[in-house]
Every structure is written in structure tokens, then in C-alpha cells.
């Protein structure tokens, strides 16, 4: 199994930006496709952006396109989120989730095609 772990969750002002991290480990978990998913107070949880094993694509929501950026370091294992021009809308908690490649085809921002979880990160943007 996958373990996945986020880090640089925080606070910020409107139009300010922060770079999530996830780290992952365990057997299979650089074969893996991965996706950001977030999670607003009484809202269901949401794809944000989706990377492709060796880089075959990226997908984003509409919602953030032209601002966040999801990208790989192979070597290190580690999948980023790059959010620019943050909005108060933004405010969730962060996850990232892993899948087999064999799930592409799948909806690609839907919870449902995803086995692999970390615990998820605080971001919170304040008008």
C-alpha cells in the first residue's frame, strides 16, 4: 500500500501563494498516477488537479486553472501543488491521493478512482 503525507498547508492573504508537498513511499507508489483533492467546511471533497505518471498529462478544475500548477520530482518521489493568486474560496483542506495507471480513462478529478490518501493539510486564505 501507498502511504502519502502533505506538508505546507498554512495561512495567507488573498493573492498570496503557497506550495504544497506530498511525499509518498511504500510498494508501487512511484508507478502511481496522483491527484490534489481539497475539502471546504460542509462542502464535498474536490478535485483540483490531476499529473500523469511520466508526465502523460495533467488535468486541472476549472476553478484553479492558470493559477495552480501540479508538478513531479521523480527522484525524490514527491508530487507538488504550486497555488498562485490564492482566493478566500480556496480555504480547504489539502489532500493528495494516488491510483494505478490502469485507472486512466477514469474521471480523473473523482474521489471515487482513488485508493491512497494522506491525512491532508490546512489551507486557509484570508480576505
Known amino acids: 500500500q501507498v502511504q502519502l503525507v502533505e506538508s505546507g498547508g498554512g495561512s495567507v492573504q488573498a493573492g498570496g501563494s503557497l506550495r504544497l508537498t506530498c511525499t509518498a513511499s511504500g510498494y508501487g507508489s512511484r508507478n502511481n498516477d496522483v491527484a490534489w483533492f481539497r475539502q471546504a467546511p460542509g462542502k464535498e471533497r474536490e478535485g483540483v488537479a490531476y499529473?500523469?505518471?511520466?508526465?502523460?498529462?495533467?488535468i486541472y478544475a476549472d476553478s484553479v486553472k492558470g493559477r495552480f500548477t501540479i508538478s513531479r520530482d521523480s527522484a525524490k518521489n514527491t508530487v507538488y501543488l504550486q497555488m498562485n493568486s490564492l482566493k478566500p474560496e480556496d480555504t480547504a483542506v489539502y489532500y493528495c491521493?494516488?491510483?494505478?495507471?490502469?485507472?486512466?480513462?477514469?474521471?480523473?478529478?473523482?474521489?471515487?478512482?482513488?485508493?491512497?490518501w494522506g491525512q491532508g493539510t490546512q489551507v486557509t486564505v484570508s480576505s
Open positions: 499529473l500523469a505518471i511520466g508526465g502523460a498529462g495533467t
Open positions: 491521493a494516488a491510483r494505478a495507471p490502469e485507472y486512466r480513462g477514469y474521471d480523473a478529478l473523482s474521489i471515487r478512482y482513488y485508493r491512497d
